[in-house]
């Protein structure tokens, strides 16, 4: 059994009932690499932000769940010697599907969870979460439940429609539950593909597509209900134009990719959404950077001169988040 205090990492409490007091979000980053996490910690020390690690049962599967934990508690290290005295890293699960799996983490170093019984019968989800938060708590660890369900794919996380989360039950699972924060479903998606063209409307200014705006009247029905409570958005990734049509002009095929645009983000950030997840737009600035090096520089194959530029362009999509999007710049609680 490792505590995650030991680790130097912190649970979601305190920043969470400063984000909400602050109007501003936390980013929830999914990292499965050392560029990946390299790149967060940067950004996250240089602006000065608390930042989530997350990891899902995709990137366990990928890069083992040991490794992923040391490698969390690297990043504790590795953002003091970048001049950063009081780092507020938390190491949160993504997505987790069973009791199991949630001690599993808890077990071994993580500080906050999150039970996923979203696609189980109500009564089925609180019984879960309840059983989870139980053990959590024992801990200190925090824990995300979730009501309603999402469209599109994440890892194993999949499903064709959205059911946005019914305000009338929040209370009652929260008062249950005892879970504290929940995701909910107001219209963002999974994956990179959030919606489909005909869904759509094209700006006449730019020919770009613009989705359907979100459920801000489900938002404000249970802030309504739970005032003060933590709330989370998943799926919120923006899928910048401008990483798609480098990964489209250097041999890429993402035909019609559409995310949340980040003036929504922003406001919803502004509110009591205090986490926000974002993963598809660091796979695409990724790719984008990695696409760029193979075509304009065939004769080159050292990993390091495609994954440092990739690197390079996640910590800069990265910091843009924190700062333009989220706002969570400057509010560690100590520097
Ligand atoms: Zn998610």
Known sequence: MVNYKD???VNTRDM?????????????FNFNNMEQLQAIIKAAVETKSP???QVSKGARNYANQTLLRYMAEGAVEYAKELGCAHPEIVLHLDHGDSFELCKSCIDMGFSSVMIDGSHLPYEE??????KVVEYAHQFDVTVEG???VLAGVEDEVCAEHHTYTNPEEVIDFATRTGCDSLAISIGTSHGAYKFKPEQCHVDPATGRLVPPPLAFEVLDAVMEKLPGFPIVLHGSSSVPQEEVDTINRYGGKLEAAIGIPEEELRKAAKSAVCKINIDSDSRLAMTAAIRKVFAEKPAEFDPRKYLGPARDNMEKMYKHKIINVLGSDGKLAQC
Request: glycine share 14%.
């Open 51 to 53: 930042v989530i690690l």
């Open 125 to 130: 989800n609180v019984a879960l979460t309840k």
């Open 7 to 9: 680790l130097g990492l």
């Open 146 to 148: 979730e009501l309603g």
């Open 16 to 28: 969470f009932a400063r984000a909400i007091k602050g109007g501003y979000a936390i980013p929830a």
